[in-house]
């Protein structure tokens, strides 16, 4: 079982995004029972709390519901995964703040990495702006996601078998 983590920083935007569009993408490629998603935040704002609406309405325009409530990211994350994705680099440094020893570098990387049509190199916090932000950061996350399963798929084929 491949376990994937998806973070950003307040785990209602745009991890619980990724997450939800990967489940969308692993049901439809019948991979329910070799790969498993979920998403933090690296701060605790929003503990509890469902996926923002407006991220949740530019998803449903996909036929994707988001589905969740935010959690905190926790230093046994880097045990329980085996890839975690940072939706920015402040994510991604918050992220390895918690790995004083840098054991887990490795695991962690920048969700931008698997884009296959986007060429930039973080997903962009929606949260303050308008409805074409959500828009987008789902448009970008459907491709960065996309590249992922792939990803898992060919160059991680011991977690699959």
Same mark, same amino acid.
């Given at each position: 079982?491949?376990?994937?983590?998806?973070?950003?920083?307040?785990?209602?935007?745009?991890?619980?995004?990724?997450?939800?569009?990967?489940? /969308?993408?692993? &049901?439809?490629? #019948?991979? !329910?029972?070799?790969?498993?998603?979920?998403?933090? $935040?690296?701060? $605790?704002? /929003?503990? !509890?709390?469902?996926? #923002?609406?407006?991220?949740?309405?530019?998803?449903?325009?996909?036929?994707?519901?988001?589905? $969740?409530?935010?959690?905190?990211?926790?230093?046994?994350?880097?045990?329980?995964?085996?890839?975690?994705?940072?939706? =920015?680099? @402040?994510?991604?440094?918050?992220?390895?703040?918690?790995?004083?020893?840098?054991?887990?570098?490795?695991?962690? +990387?920048?969700?931008?990495?698997?884009? +296959?049509?986007? @060429?930039? &190199?973080?997903?962009?916090?929606?949260?303050?702006?308008?409805?074409? $932000?959500?828009?987008?950061?789902? #448009?970008?996350?459907? =491709?960065?996601?996309?590249?992922?399963?792939?990803?898992?798929?060919? =160059?991680?084929? &011991?977690?699959?078998?």
């Amino acid at each position: 079982m491949t376990k994937l983590l998806f973070v950003c920083l307040g785990n209602i935007c745009r991890s619980p995004s990724a997450e939800n569009i990967m489940n /969308h993408l692993i &049901k439809k490629a #019948d991979l !329910g029972d070799r790969i498993t998603c979920d998403s933090a $935040g690296t701060a $605790g704002y /929003h503990i !509890g709390s469902p996926p #923002d609406s407006r991220m949740a309405m530019a998803a449903r325009k996909r036929d994707i519901e988001l589905l $969740g409530a935010a959690r905190k990211f926790q230093r046994i994350d880097f045990e329980n995964f085996d890839l975690i994705l940072a939706m =920015d680099r @402040d994510n991604y440094r918050n992220i390895l703040a918690l790995d004083n020893a840098g054991k887990y570098k490795d695991k962690v +990387r920048l969700m931008c990495d698997f884009c +296959r049509i986007y @060429d930039l &190199k973080e997903v962009p916090d929606p949260y303050y702006g308008g409805p074409e $932000g959500f828009d987008r950061v789902i #448009d970008l996350l459907l =491709d960065a996601c996309e590249g992922l399963l792939q990803y898992v798929i060919n =160059d991680e084929p &011991k977690t699959l078998t």
